[in-house]
């Protein structure tokens, strides 16, 4: 179906181990995720860039249970990272240093400190003035360290609002315009060498036209500072690679690859790459259980047990993610993620949380099969995103999250408790 993600018998396994036993022995909601998939993802971009001999910085934010780092630390992958907190995962993890690059617009002092002490490869950089900020940093601990700048192509991700990135308007980067005075004041530093150019228009990006565009751009203006004696080793062109929320929606990594390999063959660029979602986004997936079931106007609503504070894409973006029971009569086996479903006998719900708000939903006006109370769905595409953009909100206690390894699974994080709750407040 998905990855590693298939039905036996109607019913759902993550590789060799069926979800209704992790949901019985964890309880839910519970976020799932596989180990193949995480490996084999990973292994297909790098496959498909090998050419260029890639770093692939997995991207830290997406996805960030330091398990689950770990298995990248163990894969030699570099990681993209966007704060103190998330250095921090990836030493903990075991993850090698000089394979992160940290981008963000607002690095603390503290956080650049942080970053340089741990040797880190690159500085995505996001203004001018953070950049006299790390150099100032820098020479005062004498210590060298290598920054790419951020570029604002200008070009249109044609993918939602809030996770555009890459036009005039948004906050990241230094337009192009803008980015050669940024060069030509600060480009030939003692301690911050500034060769590295760096780009991420959006998120997803489920064609490869934008990063066609963004990159012509991009290389051109290479062309004009090395013509000017700038020395540029590294081009990072960020993540946004799109994962299939329904089948075949987002291109391969080799479709990727088929496109933006030409442009950078021949270039003397160092690539480097930020996949997030494209990896984790089908290597996990959220189990929740039904609760109530309730007529209201024409509507059927399915009341469950997770809610948009454990997944909170829907309501945010009004994003897609594909719902199926866990098990199924064999009428309703489903060969793939569609949108909508075609099947005979599927009844329109609004699959909705426990939290007091209308935005709480999974799904509106979804063709699932019938429903009963404790019926066990399981949200598809939820590793990317999903858990780490989880919150406590009408204090519930955060989802636990699994990971299966083949025919084994392990609680890599556990569910949080009432106690976990107020354990921060001052009584
Ligand atoms: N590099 C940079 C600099 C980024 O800002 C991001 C994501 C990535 C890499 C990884 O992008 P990916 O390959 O995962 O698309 N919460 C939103 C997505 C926000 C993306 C933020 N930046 C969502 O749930 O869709």
Redesign the pocket.
């Known amino acids: 179906m998905a990855d590693f993600f298939n039905y036996q018998d109607n019913n759902l396994f993550c590789e060799e181990v069926s979800l209704e036993q992790i949901a019985r022995e964890v309880s839910t909601p519970t976020y799932v995720y596989s180990t193949a998939t995480f490996k084999s993802h990973y292994q297909k971009i790098l496959d498909a860039f090998a050419e260029l001999d890639p770093l692939i910085c997995y ?1 830290v ?2 996805c960030s249970n330091i398990n689950i780092l770990k298995l990248f630390a163990e894969m030699d992958s570099g990681f ?1 990272i ?1 704060s103190g907190g998330e250095l921090f995962r990836v030493l903990q993890a075991g993850g090698q240093t000089d394979r992160v690059v940290y ?1 963000s617009v607002g690095k603390t002092d503290q956080e650049i400190r942080q970053a340089i002490d741990a040797g880190i490869a690159y500085f ?1 950089i996001e203004s001018e003035a953070e950049l006299q900020n790390i150099i100032n940093i820098a020479t005062e601990m004498r210590k060298e360290v290598r920054a790419a700048l ?1 570029v604002n192509p200008d070009v249109d991700p044609k993918t ?1 609002r ?2 555009t ?1 890459g036009k005039k308007e948004t906050k ?1 980067g230094v337009d192009l315009e803008r980015a050669e005075d940024v060069f030509k004041k600060f480009g030939r530093n003692q301690f911050v060498k500034l060769t590295g150019i ?1 780009i ?1 228009i959006g ?3 489920n064609s490869v036209e934008p990063y066609i565009e963004a990159l012509n751009k991009t290389l051109a203006f290479i062309d004009s500072l090395r013509n000017q004696g700038f020395n540029i080793e590294a081009i990072d062109i ?5 994962a299939d929320y329904t089948a075949g929606q987002a291109p391969a990594a080799a479709d990727y690859a088929a496109a933006i390999v030409p442009l950078l063959r021949d270039k003397n660029l160092h690539l480097i790459l ?8 089908n290597a996990g997936i959220f189990i929740t259980r039904v609760l109530y079931l309730k007529k209201g106007g024409d509507k059927t609503f399915a009341i469950i047990d997770g809610a948009m504070n454990d997944l909170i ?1 829907p309501a ?2 009004e ?1 897609f993610h594909f719902i199926w029971p866990v098990r199924v009569d064999p009428e309703f086996a489903i060969e793939k993620k569609a949108d909508p479903v075609e099947i005979a006998g599927t009844q329109k719900f609004d699959v909705v949380g426990p939290i007091c708000e209308t935005g709480d939903y999974l799904a509106r006006d979804r063709l699932l099969p019938p429903l009963q109370r404790d019926d066990l769905l399981a949200v598809f595409t939820a590793g ?2 999903g858990f780490a ?1 989880s919150s406590q909100y009408n204090s519930r206690p955060r989802a636990a999250e699994v990971l299966v390894d083949g025919d084994s699974y392990k609680v890599i994080r556990r569910r949080e408790t009432y106690q976990d709750l107020i354990d921060h407040e001052k009584m």
């Open positions: 991207s934010k997406g993209d966007v981008a995505n951020r939602h809030h996770t990135t990241f760096h991420h998120s997803p990006i960020g993540g946004g690679f799109g930020e996949p997030g979602r494209s990896i984790s986004g894409r945010l973006y994003a990317a995103y953009m």
